[in-house]
């Protein structure tokens, strides 16, 4: 009995010993930590997409994030290349801090979006790199825009969910299959 009429004591005693403690350890505000500049490009009516630039020396990169990412999911491996290429990367509309409108999210959209990215980052013929969902920007950019590219990269990326192209791949493969059996 005498623990139980002591436990208001004991947790008493223990949130004022521990409260401090815990308010230390709370977590400061996130500081990005990469070397980058920000900047935010106004790519259509009331869109803004961040825009990241390590410098670098060399060809110009555009970096092109994942679905549900942004561009600093690219903060580290930017580094890696600043030594022979000039890195940027974007946060596609949709993904904070970009701007997030309620429509206009089509794949000629962004695809438009990484066009108007590279007129306001002046860029003369980027190679495009992205991952996951990027592949379908990198696609919709390299078919309707290729003279403003240099290259794409597909980083484990997808290009395409249109079921006629998706089923002729899947006919051509089984007919290579055959073919070499």
């Not at 679905?67 to 600043?82: M, S, Y």
Request: hydrophobic share 40%; no cysteine.
């Amino acid at each position: 009995m005498g623990l139980t009429r002591s436990f208001p004591r004991i947790a008493l005693l223990l949130s004022v010993l521990l409260l401090p403690w815990a308010r230390a350890s709370e977590a400061a505000p996130w500081r990005d930590p990469s070397p980058h500049k920000v900047r935010f490009s106004t790519v259509a009516e009331n869109v803004q997409l961040e825009t990241l630039d390590w410098g670098g020396k060399g060809p110009p990169i555009v970096l092109l994030a994942g679905g549900g990412n942004t561009g600093h999911v690219f903060d580290d491996f930017a580094l890696k290349l600043r030594e022979h290429y000039r890195l940027y990367a974007m946060t596609r509309r949709g993904s904070p801090p970009s701007s997030i409108p309620e429509d206009s999210y089509s794949a000629d959209s962004l695809g438009d979006d990484v066009v108007a990215v590279i007129k306001a980052l002046k860029l003369t013929k980027p190679i495009l790199m992205g991952h996951s969902y990027a592949g379908f920007e990198l696609s919709n950019v390299a078919s309707r825009y290729p003279e403003q590219i240099a290259a794409v990269i597909y980083l484990d990326a997808f290009h395409s969910l249109d079921p006629d192209y998706e089923s002729r791949r899947d006919l051509q493969n089984r007919r290579m299959e055959t073919a070499t059996a």
